[in-house]
């Protein structure tokens, strides 16, 4: 278990459509990353959160957004939904406040299962 | 921009067998290297990493040495068992902002 939790776990919607995905990073890391995962690109980085602020951005759609909450937990908005958005959607976080400070280790949560039919 | 190649596979190994898998990167500065693998139905977990050149990360039996004048961070082990069956990441990182750069995977399947 590696301390990040991501929901939901599968989501199944239609194009067009808007949702949400929520990540809880591990206790205390101020850096939250977003990861989509396709069979044909692979893992693409998306954005980074930290502590609320927007610290890196990657190949992220502007259909896409994303924010980082004082509580440190994080939210991914895709929006407009195409058949090409559905993959797998990793959150991951580093960075603890709690010792070692950022060892460059990212821990991943299970992923969030996105279907657009 | 920085990126990362690695073998795609998948390769299908005997228990036991000895295994390789390439990894070689590119970047503008001087990068961290990780090795990750998923196990099915999981997110990833890291597997090792090396911080600078020479050095060798080691964890579960797997190896990998960062060769910076072949700018290459190979995965080697000497006696996969099936439980290794997984996905395996190579990633670099560059900067303060620890953001992942990842390879497109190889599965590995290990045969009893």
């Known amino acids: 278990d590696s301390g990040v939790t991501q929901t939901p776990k599968h989501l199944i919607t239609a194009t067009g459509q808007r949702v949400t995905l929520r990540c809880s990073p591990r206790?205390?890391?101020?850096?939250v990353y977003w990861y989509q995962q396709s069979l044909d690109q692979g893992l693409q980085f998306l954005i980074q959160?930290?502590?609320?602020?927007?610290?890196a951005k990657g190949n992220i759609l502007e259909r896409f957004s994303a924010q980082q909450f004082p509580d440190l937990h994080s939210e991914l908005n895709l929006s407009s939904l195409e058949l090409g958005d559905s993959a797998l959607y990793f959150c991951a976080s580093s960075g603890s406040l709690f010792g070692g400070g950022n060892t460059g280790e990212l821990f991943f949560g299970e992923g969030s299962r996105l279907t657009v039919l | 921009g920085d990126s990362v190649t690695q073998m795609e596979g998948p390769v299908t190994l005997s228990e036991e067998a000895f295994l390789t898998i390439n990894c070689t990167y590119t970047a503008t500065g001087y990068p961290s290297l990780f090795w990750y693998v998923q196990y099915p139905g999981e997110g990833l977990q890291l597997l090792l990493k090396?911080?600078?050149?020479?050095d060798k990360g080691s964890n579960k039996g797997f190896e990998a040495t960062y060769r910076k004048e072949t700018t290459s961070f190979h995965l080697e082990k000497g006696s996969v068992q099936v439980s290794d069956s997984a996905v395996y990441f190579c990633?670099?990182?560059?900067?303060?902002?620890?953001?992942?750069?990842f390879g497109k995977g190889t599965l590995l399947t290990v045969n009893p």
């Open positions: 959160y930290y502590n609320g602020e927007e610290r």
């Open positions: 206790s205390g890391d101020l850096s």
């Open positions: 990633a670099l990182s560059l900067g303060s902002n620890y953001k992942l750069t």
């Open positions: 090396a911080t600078k050149a020479d």
